[in-house]
C-alpha cells in the first residue's frame, strides 16, 4: 500500500522569504501523480501544483515550484517570495497513474500548517 | 463549471440522529469520491464512485454509513446512529477517469453533539 509521509507539521517564514516543505511517499508503482494542495482556514481544499511521475522536469506554478527525487521518493514543494495569503495548511498527495484502475484514491499525508510572519 | 458543491455547510445533530450529505460534482465528472477529515490531520479515503457504481469502501466506513450516487450525478452520504466520532469535516471530491487531477468541494462539518 502507498504511504505519504510529511514530517514537518508546521513551519515558519518571513513575509517575502522562501520556504520549502518536505514530502515522502512509498510506492511500488512506476506510474503516479504527485499533488501538493493547500487548505486555507476556510477549509477548501485547492490543488497548488502537479507532477506526473514519468517527467523528469520538475512542474512550476508562478511563485511554487517541486523538487521531484522519483529515485529517492521525495517531493518537496518551494515556495518562493512568501504571501500573508500563503498562510494555510498543505497536503501532500499521491494517486496512481495505472489503467484501468479500481484503486483509485489520493492518499493524503498529515500536513504542514504553514505561518507566515509579517 | 461552477466546481463541486456540498450540503449543507455545517449540521449539528444530536447522538444518536441520522444525517445525510449532499454533493454535486463538476459536471461531466464520472469519479466522485468521498473523505473524512478531523481537525488537524489529513483527509482520509471513504468511498468512491464511478458513475452510479460504489468501486471501493475504506474499512473506516462501518455499517452506519452510506453513500449513493443512484443516477451517476449527485451522491449522498448517509450517517445512521451518529455517534460523536463522527464529528469531522466530510469532504466530497470529483474528477474525469482520464483526468489526472481531483477537484474538492468546500466539505460538511458535521457536529455531534
Known amino acids: 500500500a502507498q504511504t505519504v509521509t510529511q514530517s514537518q507539521p508546521e513551519m515558519s517564514v518571513q513575509e517575502a522569504e522562501t520556504v520549502t516543505l518536505s514530502c515522502t511517499y512509498d510506492?511500488?508503482?512506476?506510474?503516479?501523480?504527485l499533488f501538493w494542495y493547500k487548505q486555507p482556514p476556510s477549509r477548501q481544499m485547492i490543488l497548488v501544483i502537479r507532477?506526473?511521475?514519468?517527467?523528469?522536469q520538475n512542474a512550476t506554478e508562478n511563485r511554487f515550484s517541486v523538487n521531484f527525487q522519483k529515485a529517492a521518493k521525495s517531493f518537496s514543494l518551494k515556495i518562493s517570495d512568501s504571501q500573508l495569503g500563503d498562510a494555510a495548511m498543505y497536503f501532500c498527495?499521491?494517486?496512481?497513474?495505472?489503467?484501468?484502475?479500481?484503486?483509485?484514491?489520493?492518499?493524503f499525508g498529515k500536513g504542514t500548517r504553514l505561518h507566515i510572519l509579517p | 463549471d461552477t466546481g463541486v458543491s456540498q450540503d449543507p455547510r455545517h449540521k449539528i445533530t444530536k447522538r444518536g440522529q441520522n444525517v445525510t450529505f449532499r454533493c454535486d460534482p463538476i459536471?461531466?465528472?464520472?469519479?466522485l469520491y468521498w473523505y473524512r477529515q478531523t481537525l488537524g490531520q489529513g483527509p482520509e479515503f471513504l468511498t468512491y464512485?464511478?458513475?452510479?457504481?460504489?468501486?471501493?469502501k475504506s474499512r473506516l466506513l462501518s455499517d452506519r454509513f452510506s453513500a449513493e450516487r443512484p443516477k451517476g450525478s449527485f451522491s449522498t452520504l448517509e450517517i445512521q446512529r451518529t455517534e460523536q466520532g463522527d464529528s469531522a469535516m466530510y469532504l466530497c471530491a470529483s474528477s474525469l477517469i482520464s483526468g489526472n487531477t481531483i477537484y474538492f468541494g468546500e466539505g460538511s462539518w458535521l457536529t455531534v453533539v
Open positions: 507532477q506526473e511521475a514519468y517527467k523528469q
Open positions: 464512485f464511478q458513475n452510479e457504481a460504489q468501486l471501493e
Open positions: 498527495a499521491y494517486r496512481s497513474a495505472k489503467i484501468p484502475n479500481r484503486d483509485d484514491k489520493i492518499i
Open positions: 510506492t511500488s508503482e512506476s506510474d503516479y501523480y
Open positions: 459536471s461531466e465528472h464520472n469519479r
